[in-house]
């Protein structure tokens, strides 16, 4: 990394934007025809329907394929509340995600200019501290476009110096306007998205947007070839809380584990309830370790929260403390399971496992084929 200079002036970030054409020079379509396909195969999904969220995942990927990057941000503008909000963040750490969830100073320069930029390590100092923040030497940033308006930013980091070029840059502007009329009609939608795919009890997704989200997520895996996990939980004893102290507290007890289960996830993440007292996770680009460090910090978490039944729903009419806790069935795609059904009744199976063996605790499926394997042998 280079070090920076306290007594180095900013430079104008203009320094950093890259000219483009609206047309790929011939030379670029000659000597990089597989990203030029990329392009094509982009415009073919124009007719797919598919969420806000989604449709800014693929962008990422397609870029990705285009140049190498080691990590990413993509940030879109939130109407309701004024400001870009950082919506992909693949590679990053997530420590650092709070400081930059609602933009960063590349993101800023993007918006001003509308422009691609590449920016290089040692030339502005606010730059040079997003970069070092993230781990990187540079960076190439493309503006997302609906209907002609810069609603965002995609920043692709290498931790090579000088890792892309001017023609990056033009690949990566032509993507951005083949996008266009994608997320022009999904920007469109999203609003209608969120009241129809949200659980209005909880205020998370709801079943039907977890199938679809589900489904994009096992052909993403497949594509990239990386595995992802699939949680699912049951609150334990759920049913007793429910008629011992009556639905309206049964509906609080949903929300705080909605909460619980809210905090610290990823943007990547899903988080939707199932049906009932049972939710669902699904975790991105995560392997079983890592997804089962996760559902026992979820675990943990909510073995902490407690519930406090008010004095009018207790017949001792003084407040009391209720503990929760919850059951976890993990599953895994892309090493023995290749399905969706199978995911699911495997995520299942195992959450049927830690209800036997005492509740609040961690089932991975891959524990039960491996029993089961033993047993047969």
């Known amino acids: 990394m280079v070090l920076q200079n306290p007594t180095r002036k900013p430079a104008a970030p203009e320094q950093f934007i890259v000219e ?57 503008w939130n109407e309701a509340d004024e400001q870009s909000q950082l919506r992909i963040s693949p590679g990053i750490d997530p420590e650092i995600l709070g400081t930059i969830a609602s933009g960063n100073i590349l993101d800023y320069w993007c918006m001003k200019f509308g422009k691609p930029m590449l920016v290089q390590e040692g030339k502005d100092p606010e730059a040079d501290k997003l970069l070092n923040a993230v781990g990187a030497s540079s960076a190439a940033v493309i503006p997302v476009l609906v209907n002609n308006r810069v609603m965002g930013s995609m920043q692709y980091f290498s931790k090579r110096h000088n890792a892309f070029d001017k023609e990056d840059a033009q690949l990566l502007w032509a993507l951005a306007r083949v996008a266009e009329n994608v997320l022009a009609r999904e920007r469109a939608n999203e609003g209608l998205i969120l009241f129809a795919f949200t659980d209005h009890l909880t205020g998370l ?28 939980l049951d609150i334990d004893h759920f ?44 975790l991105p680009e995560t392997t079983e370790e890592e997804g089962f460090a996760v559902a026992q910090r979820i675990r ?11 004095a009018a729903a207790n017949k001792s ?59 047969v042998s």
């Open 20 to 76: 483009v054409c609206s047309e790929l020079p011939q030379a670029t379509m000659q000597h990089r025809w597989q990203h030029v396909n990329v392009l094509l195969r982009l415009s073919m999904m124009a007719g797919l329907q598919m969420q806000l969220d989604a449709t800014l995942n693929l962008l990422c990927d397609y870029a990705r394929e285009i140049i190498s990057s080691d990590k990413a941000l993509v940030y879109f």
């Open 239 to 282: 049913k007793c809380l429910n008629d011992t102290y009556g639905h309206h507290i049964g509906d609080q007890v949903l929300r705080q584990v909605a909460r619980v289960l809210m905090e610290d996830m990823r943007e990547v993440d899903t988080v939707a309830r199932y049906g009932g007292e049972e939710f669902v996770i699904i």
């Open 300 to 310: 943990k978490a909510m073995e902490n929260s407690g519930f406090t039944i008010p």
């Open 205 to 232: 997704r709801s079943r039907g947007y977890f199938e679809q989200q589900l489904e994009l997520e096992v052909k993403r895996s497949e594509r990239k070839q990386q595995e992802f996990v699939l949680l699912m």
């Open 317 to 375: 009419g003084s407040p009391q403390k209720e503990n929760l806790s919850i059951s976890i069935g993990l599953s895994v795609f892309g090493s023995n399971i290749k399905n969706r059904r199978e995911l699911v009744e495997s995520a299942d199976a195992a959450l049927y496992a830690a209800k036997n063996q005492g509740r609040n605790t961690v089932v991975k499926h891959s524990d039960i084929a491996k029993k089961r394997a033993q047993e």
